[in-house]
């Protein structure tokens, strides 16, 4: 059972967990606050980036201000499936085969670069999300809860590398880029780094598994009005009507967009969504699942574009009644 914790209680948590990873991840609140709000949606999260933006640095300080084992598994061209999920292996003594859990079996998993990997790999990492378990030899082994990936990839797709395919993507909650910092922020960096003479930066433990699964209860008692589901689901029927789009964003997305919406409701310390929610989260949460036509691959029509004009065009309901 889930420790009871109330929206207010997991709200001031989750504060605080921000808070300690802005010790370490300077300038980055919006994207921190997606990421989280990711988590505590009980979601997985695409990083897309180029190198040195504070990927790593921000998924090793969230599992360490969350409390949670951290694990970074690096993916190359030559990782294969029972690397990442472990294998069976023999035990002399014993004389019989013992399973060996693989570096999936952690609370947050960085998976770094995972374009670089071939499919078969890919397809590992991306059952184990979406089922929670894995198998190996028709054996199943359930994952830790919580268990959570932060997949980094780089956004250009330089030879060599084996981009998300469509149905994948779509398993991830939120795609979020960190961008560069402003000159500021970036000599904030530098300027915080001399201070502390040492690499590392020592963050606090804000809670643990047991208190990221009771904020994540909590998220659950968040309430969706009526009309904020339909706005969801308005708004994922538009990426599918719109000229440039080849396919639009499935029902897991408008479902997305309401779990992300209400996790970043409670962030923001309310019990209830209110449109402003929705759209907060609409970029990360619909663009990675829309595909525009190939002829237009050329010109900027983007998924993220595609987004900004349905939010554009599609009518937010009036300020919601807050019912209880
Ligand atoms: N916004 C930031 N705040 C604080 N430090 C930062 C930030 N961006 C970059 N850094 C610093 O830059 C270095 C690189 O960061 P990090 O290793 O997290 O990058 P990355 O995005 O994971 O890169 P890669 O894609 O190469 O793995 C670290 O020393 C980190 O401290
Ligand atoms: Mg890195």
Redesign the pocket.
Known sequence: MNDQISVAEASALAARVLDEVEK?????RDALMQVLAAVLAKGHVLLE??????????ARSFAQALGIEFTRAQFTPDLLPADLTGSFVYDQRRGEFEFRRGPLFTGLLLA?EVNRTPPKTQAALLEAMQERQVTVEGETFPLPAPFHVLA?A?PIEYEGTFPLPEAQLDRFLLRVS?GY?SAG?EFD?IA??LERRQ?DVVLEQVTDGRGLLAMQAAVETVTVDESVGRYCVDLAVATREHADVLTGASPRGSLGLVLAARAFALLRGRDYVVPEDVKAVARSVLAHRITTRPELWMTDASGRRVVDAVLGKVPTPATVAHHR
């Open positions: 370490a991840v300077v300038g980055k980036d180029y190198p040195g933006l504070g990927k790593t640095l921000a770094d980094t780089n960190f910092p922020q960096v915080r780094r690499e």
